[in-house]
């Protein structure tokens, strides 16, 4: 039955016309929207931002950073790593040398003290120690700050006592311009020009120059010279010839065992050449 309806359909309907039921809506002109930005950018739209001051040098190039310090090198099981850590601290307390500083010396006089130094710097490289000494201890340094001898009169050694130290590029009085003689600038001067053999000349200087102890009951050299079979002692090294000086007796002995001569190294091995010849 339906099948027979919709061929009927088919048959009286006009050619070209749509099956489709027909409205009274009757479609509209499209509405124009109206364009916000009415012939304008963006950038006319949005208001401008001032710009910002220009910032100051945040770095300065004349300081380098520096670290922070770091943790100590010390494992935390060995006992001998904190043991030896703790020996250096307590010697840098007591006794505060700078890694800079070549040497260090100590006497009792301005004068040797500055002698010592003035014979070690001349055998170092040119410029490298200019010597000046500090008056450490006693009335040398009176007005300096230094810690003045009081009471020397009960010790066991009756003699005032000072102490002077020396360094290389480092003290209150220039050694070569206030407390060195002409007579050692020029014995320096010669060491410095011996052709022969300078070693041996800076030797006898600072046997001649040995700074002086602390306490003058210390104040001994050993010394001996060719014939004799014993050392003797003195208060101060003799300027005579040919004696030989030690700070020990036993290094003074031990030369006399050894003798005054000369003894060769060793024999040169025979030339080849010289056998073919």
């Given at each position: 039955?339906?099948?027979?309806?919709?061929?009927?359909?088919?048959?009286?309907?006009?050619?070209?016309?749509?099956?489709?039921?027909?409205?009274?809506?009757?479609?509209?002109?499209?509405?124009?929207?109206?364009n916000p930005m009415d012939g304008n950018?963006?950038?006319?739209?949005?208001?401008?931002?001032?710009?910002?001051?220009?910032?100051?040098?945040?770095?300065?190039?004349?300081?380098?950073?520096?670290?922070?310090?770091?943790?100590?090198?010390?494992?935390?099981?060995?006992?001998?790593?904190?043991?030896?850590?703790?020996?250096?601290?307590?010697?840098?307390?007591?006794?505060?040398?700078?890694?800079?500083?070549?040497?260090?010396?100590?006497?009792?006089?301005?004068?040797?003290?500055?002698?010592?130094?003035?014979?070690?710097?001349?055998?170092?490289?040119?410029?490298?120690?200019?010597?000046?000494?500090?008056?450490?201890?006693?009335?040398?340094?009176?007005?300096?700050?230094?810690?003045?001898?009081?009471?020397?009169?009960?010790?066991?050694?009756?003699?005032?006592?000072?102490?002077?130290?020396?360094?290389?590029?480092?003290?209150?009085?220039?050694?070569?311009?206030?407390?060195?003689?002409?007579?050692?600038?020029?014995?320096?001067?010669?060491?410095?020009?011996?052709?022969?053999?300078?070693?041996?000349?800076?030797?006898?200087?600072?046997?001649?120059?040995?700074?002086?102890?602390?306490?003058?009951?210390?104040?001994?050299?050993?010394?001996?010279?060719?014939?004799?079979?014993?050392?003797?002692?003195?208060?101060?090294?003799?300027?005579?010839?040919?004696?030989?000086?030690?700070?020990?007796?036993?290094?003074?002995?031990?030369?006399?065992?050894?003798?005054?001569?000369?003894?060769?190294?060793?024999?040169?091995?025979?030339?080849?050449?010289?056998?073919?010849?």
């Amino acid at each position: 039955m339906p099948l027979v309806l919709v061929a009927l359909v088919a048959v009286f309907a006009p050619a070209g016309a749509s099956l489709l039921r027909k409205t009274n809506v009757v479609p509209k002109q499209d509405a124009t929207i109206k364009n916000p930005m009415d012939g304008n950018t963006v950038g006319d739209m949005v208001p401008k931002v001032p710009k910002p001051e220009p910032e100051g040098q945040e770095f300065n190039r004349a300081y380098a950073p520096i670290s922070p310090l770091h943790r100590a090198d010390l494992s935390d099981t060995d006992a001998g790593e904190h043991t030896a850590d703790y020996q250096g601290y307590f010697a840098d307390y007591l006794d505060h040398m700078d890694a800079s500083t070549m040497r260090r010396f100590e006497s009792t006089t301005c004068e040797n003290v500055c002698a010592v130094c003035a014979i070690f710097a001349a055998q170092e490289e040119e410029g490298a120690c200019e010597c000046y000494s500090t008056c450490k201890f006693g009335e040398c340094g009176a007005g300096s700050g230094a810690m003045p001898h009081i009471g020397w009169s009960n010790n066991d050694v009756t003699a005032p006592r000072t102490l002077w130290e020396s360094q290389c590029n480092i003290g209150e009085k220039n050694c070569g311009a206030q407390c060195m003689s002409k007579e050692l600038k020029k014995q320096i001067k010669d060491c410095q020009d011996d052709a022969g053999s300078p070693i041996e000349c800076f030797k006898r200087l600072r046997q001649l120059h040995q700074p002086l102890p602390f306490d003058s009951r210390k104040q001994v050299h050993y010394c001996t010279r060719k014939g004799m079979s014993t050392c003797d002692s003195f208060m101060n090294v003799p300027t005579d010839n040919g004696w030989l000086c030690y700070q020990y007796e036993d290094k003074c002995k031990e030369k006399l065992a050894i003798g005054f001569k000369i003894y060769k190294s060793g024999w040169a091995a025979p030339s080849v050449w010289e056998s073919v010849r």
